[in-house]
């Protein structure tokens, strides 16, 4: 299917001296013997794929939970986690998709059905009876901490009603999926800290980042929906418009995976890539231009943080932390879980839920060993608040609404914006 | 002196020799084959990989040509296991644009050569990184050809029909009859690995020692002017094509890129040389490879290079003396008793790997003249064990080791070679060396050549030379290789004794680390310069490899390895001086 050429990340296998140190990293590999490890799924194994092949030789690259941790640890610049997804694509493209992974997919279109009649989707959904036949029939994990519609109108039939910050100064929006239709109280106490700032905040037409097809192999789906937000924030891109995005994830995806997997490096993906950030990336930016507000209220709390895989990912440190730590009172504590476990799609497959979960341990830990007294807790990408949440029964909000709260915005309790609330 | 009687002595464990007594063994000869080293430790362990279409040959050696398309559609079926079907491209680079092609197209039809011409657009398709500014491209059947299996397959059919096939056995010189100088009648031959010397007596003698066949028809004083055209070649660390690239134009240096188990191979060059026991690559031949490999494949100069290595061509052509390279391609059975009035003696020489068989059956039909004729040859209807597993195809390793779960029994890590293979190859065929290992079951090929496997693979042969103390010690001369590729297949193998078992582990581990040096050195810059550099902190940081117990302990094989295989600049200078 995916022809080669001397850019593929297929490539980087090249790089490989098997020192061994993914494999020791990788949290998949530690929790399950269904998985042999990065080095061995990865570069490895790939020797021994052929790029037209008729039949693949391996599909235990299915268990790789496309965290990423073994690109970050690798010293050699193999891109591990692509080699696998690539080798994941060539399964489907070989065997097709199974039902299940083609609506894990199509999330975007679950969200906007789910979203014309909310109260009924989730009565609908989430009860346990048909959890339990969703698992059986589907194979989607009946415990996973799949979100709730949202009952109070997507995010962006919010955004077109309210009265708008209009200013010199412009920042785009990139929201994402779940917050458009699962988590809009993200989206608003973005609007809200970018317009505090500010900033007039427009909102470019967009769709799925893909990133759910990527991880579950289905490639020329994924390009499609990748090209596609390509031309919607080319003009954005071309006009010089910082595009923000609060789903850290939709960001790594548009910023480079989607180009290093699908093999798509181009200029217009480049330009992209320099005009994509992290919310908190962004945040951070500002501070250190000396633009950003300091007009905090005291948080006095304790709020562990945990470093998001795909937060890693993006190899710009830990913005999140840096800004949240500017707060009086506040006492954000770093964890160094490797990775929720959700990861992506990963955990609401039955067959992996238990790794998932498993994997998420550190994590969990982590978050209780913070104390009774912890009432939310913290990371930059929605999958991983979930699967905090469903780990530790705390309450998961992203970095940006702990630093709307901290300007008076928005009450992280009720996630509402305190001018709304009047 | 122990002594053995025997119809035919064979001297020579490459794929001619051991063609050789596997068809003789089939007629019903009694034989018995010496081979100094291992079994393809000659050229046939050092070749291109590429079983010929005939394609190359066609315009420039059409005789050649047509002996190579009739043995390529025999070992399909007689070697298929060693043989991967990839096809190959005859591509016409934007270099080779003239008269050649036609004449090629035309050539290969007259002599039944399938040849389909086909479009650019489905040549990249197929093999993406081709040189997408060829102008013609021609689908040949070229193949993939595992030497080290073939011949170890073969040899195993010999010896089920009756051969002995003993390696670590070094013709030291003919024998002439008592009171007849003009007969030989056998060879002393030592045996390295005991360090005792056995006398073979043969009705007939068979020198079949490819680019060393000089050496030993000199020992009964006859001249055979054997011209050594050595050849290089690299590997790159993966599979960057799937089909074999041939230049189409009159055969010259680096024209042809073979795909062959992991790796992707460029070669050959191809230099008269006066001794074919000491290979030296020279930094130009590896520049020239590369360059020229750049117009087959654009970009391959830049990729990552695990390994070079040298063989010598055993090219024979009476009363030649021109450049190795338009010395023929045609093999000889020469008959010392016509040619030179020694009798009992038979040398075979020339050919190609491809035709082995046939050069073999050639020589057996000599024999059966002078020996009183047997059965007739049936080589080409025989296949040899092993073949019912069927075509090589790359992931068969993986997707064994994967549905067997045996990835954490793997010793060697980059060719997927695990514990009871590497222990199996080492108790069914005698093993002086983990380099024979190598050659059994691909030990130390990959990427980090041996960096992570050696250690492993020199303590799992301690554990069975302890195991060997304490029992008793098998007939060291049989072979059972049909299987042993197989991470599957090898996990319910019936085991026995290491054979041969002599060095220490220390001694094992020195001589591989040092073999697999040897290769590096010309290939020796960016990322396997990076490897090279971990491998050496593993060795000699970590384990003092340099200055571990028995350091003046020597195997046969050790002086072989610590002779440099690399020419440097400043030699080259020194000797023009
Ligand atoms: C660079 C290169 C690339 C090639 N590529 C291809 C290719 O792609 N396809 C192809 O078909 N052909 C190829 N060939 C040709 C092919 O490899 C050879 O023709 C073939 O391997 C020769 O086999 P052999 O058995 O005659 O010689 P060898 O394999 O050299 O066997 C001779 C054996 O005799 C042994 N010997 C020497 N002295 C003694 C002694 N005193 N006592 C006992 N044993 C002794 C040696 O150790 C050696 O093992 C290539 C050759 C070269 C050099
Ligand atoms: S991406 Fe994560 S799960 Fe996959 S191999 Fe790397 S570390 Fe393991
Ligand atoms: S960490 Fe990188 S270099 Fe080391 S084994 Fe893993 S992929 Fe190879």
Not at chain 1, 141 to 164: C, D, L, V
Not at chain 1, 244 to 270: F, H, I, W
Not at chain 1, 300 to 323: E, I
Request: glycine share 8%; hydrophobic share 40%.
């Amino acid at each position: 299917m995916h022809t080669t050429s001397w850019h593929s990340v297929s490539m980087t296998l090249d790089e490989c001296i098997k020192c061994n140190i993914c494999t020791s990293y990788c949290p998949v590999a530690a929790v399950t013997d269904k998985f042999p490890g990065p080095k061995y799924a990865g570069p490895q194994a790939q020797r021994f794929r052929e790029s037209g092949q008729i039949t693949s030789p391996d599909v235990w690259v299915d268990y790789c939970s496309a965290c990423r941790v073994c690109n970050e640890v690798c010293p050699s610049g193999v891109k591990i986690a692509e080699i696998n997804a690539r080798a994941k694509a060539q399964i489907v493209h070989e065997r097709g998709i199974p039902l299940r992974n083609w609506f894990f997919g199509r999330n975007e279109i679950l969200g906007r059905i789910g979203n014309l009649a909310p109260q009924i989707a989730n009565l609908g959904f989430h009860n346990p009876v048909s959890r339990l036949m969703a698992e059986k029939i589907l194979g989607v994990a009946r415990h996973a901490p799949i979100p709730h519609w949202s009952t109070e109108g997507n995010f962006r039939a919010w955004f077109a009603r309210r009265e708008k910050l209009r200013a010199e100064k412009k920042v785009a929006y990139f929201h994402g999926c779940s917050t458009n239709y699962y988590e809009p109280a993200v989206g608003k106490a973005a609007v809200a800290v970018l317009e505090h700032l500010g900033y007039e905040v427009v909102l470019p037409p967009q769709n799925c980042c893909a990133l759910p097809m990527l991880n579950n192999g289905e490639f020329p789906a994924a390009e499609k929906l990748f090209r596609s937000n390509l031309k919607k924030l080319a003009p954005y891109v071309d006009r010089g418009l910082p595009i923000v995005g609060t789903s850290t994830s939709c960001v790594l995806v548009l910023r480079e995976e989607a180009t290093e997997m699908l093999d798509l490096e181009n200029a217009q993906t480049q330009a992209l890539k320099a005009g994509m950030w992290d919310i908190s990336e962004w945040l951070r930016e500002r501070l250190e231009q000396g633009e950003l507000p300091t007009d905090f209220r005291e948080l006095q709390m304790v709020v562990p943080y945990h470093v998001s895989c795909q937060a890693r990912a993006h190899r710009m440190g830990r913005p999140g932390l840096d800004v949240l730590m500017l707060i009086p009172g506040l006492d954000v504590r770093e964890g160094n879980a490797k990775c929720c476990g959700l990861a992506g799609t990963y955990g609401y497959k039955a067959e992996k839920y238990d790794i998932a979960m498993q994997v998420g341990e550190d994590a969990f830990r982590f978050v209780r060993a913070q104390g009774e007294g912890v009432r939310y807790v913290t990371a930059d990408s929605e999958i991983c608040r979930w699967q905090l949440e469903h780990g530790t029964q705390k309450l998961g909000r992203h970095p940006v609404e702990i630093l709307a709260a901290a300007y008076g915005l928005y009450d992280l309790d009720r996630r509402q914006l305190l001018a709304e609330m009047k | 002196m122990p002594k053995i009687e025997t119809d035919l002595l064979v001297i020579g464990g490459g794929a001619t020799g051991v063609g050789v007594a596997w068809d003789a063994a089939l007629r019903g000869f009694r034989t018995v084959l010496v081979e100094k080293r291992d079994l393809t430790h000659g050229t046939t362990g050092r070749y291109h990989g590429l079983l010929h279409s005939g394609g190359r040959y066609v315009v420039k050696d059409p005789h050649s040509a047509e002996e190579c398309i009739r043995e390529n559609r025999i070992l399909r079926k007689t070697h298929a296991h060693c043989i991967e079907d990839t096809g190959g491209f005859f591509v016409v680079t934007p270099e080779d644009v003239n008269a050649y092609p036609d004449q090629f197209q035309a050539a290969c039809k007259n002599l039944g050569i399938p040849c389909e011409e086909i479009s650019l657009r489905a040549a990249l398709q197929r093999e993406p990184l081709m040189n997408p500014r060829a102008a013609r491209v021609f689908v040949v059947p070229d193949g993939a050809a595992d030497s080290f299996q073939a011949t170890h397959s073969t040899a195993q059919a010999a010896q089920i029909a009756g051969a002995q096939i003993l390696n670590y056995h070094e013709v030291v010189a003919l024998i002439p009859a008592e009171g007849d100088p003009a007969r030989v009648v056998g060879a002393r031959v030592r045996d390295v690995a005991r360090g005792e010397d056995v006398e073979i007596r043969a009705a007939l003698t068979i020198n079949a020692a490819g680019a060393w066949a000089g050496v030993i028809a000199r020992t009964a004083g006859v001249t055979v002017n054997v011209i050594p055209g050595k050849g290089t070649m690299l590997a790159a660390n993966h599979r960057l094509i799937n089909t074999v690239l041939n230049r189409c134009k009159m055969p010259d240096d680096g024209d042809i890129i073979v795909p062959i188990h992991t790796v992707t191979v460029i070669g050959t060059t191809d230099e008269k040389v006066q001794d074919p026991e000491h290979l030296t690559i020279e930094p130009w031949e590896v520049e020239l490879l590369l360059r020229e490999g750049d117009k087959l494949i654009p970009g391959i100069s830049q990729a990552r290079f695990v390994r070079a290595w040298a063989g010598v061509r055993p090219l024979y052509q009476e009363h030649y003396a021109g450049a190795s390279r338009d010395a023929t391609r045609d093999f000889v059975v020469l008959d010392h008793a016509a040619r030179d009035g020694v009798a009992g003696l038979l040398t075979i020489i020339g050919g190609k790997w491809t035709t082995f068989r046939l050069m073999a059956e050639k020589t057996v039909d000599k024999a059966c003249e002078q020996l009183g004729a047997r059965k007739p040859c049936s080589t080409a209807e025989t296949p040899v064990p092993g073949v019912e597993h069927g075509h090589y195809w790359l992931g068969h390793r993986l997707r064994e080791v994967e549905q067997n779960h045996l990835q954490s029994e793997l010793v060697c890590e980059c060719e997927l070679v695990t514990r009871a293979m590497l222990e199996n190859a080492a108790r069914n065929n005698p093993t002086l060396t983990l380099d024979d290992l190598r050659r059994d079951v691909r030990l130390g090929m990959g990427p980090c050549q041996g960096g992570f496997c050696t250690y492993r693979a020199a303590g799992i042969l301690h554990e069975l030379q302890v195991q060997n103390s304490q029992s008793k010690i098998q007939d060291p001369n049989t072979w059972h290789v049909a299987d042993l590729q197989s991470p599957a297949r090898n996990a319910k193998l019936e085991i026995g004794n290491w054979k041969l078992g002599v060095g220490t582990p220390n001694l094992l581990l020195r001589d591989f680390l040092q073999e697999r040096w040897k290769g590096l050195l010309p290939i020796l810059w960016g990322r396997q310069l990076k490897q090279e550099r971990l491998d050496e902190l593993i060795y000699l940081a970590l384990m003092n490899a340099d200055h571990l117990p028995d350091e003046d302990a020597v195997s046969p094989m050790s002086d072989f390895y610590s002779r440099r295989g690399i020419s440097t600049t400043a030699d080259t200078e020194a000797r023009d001086a």
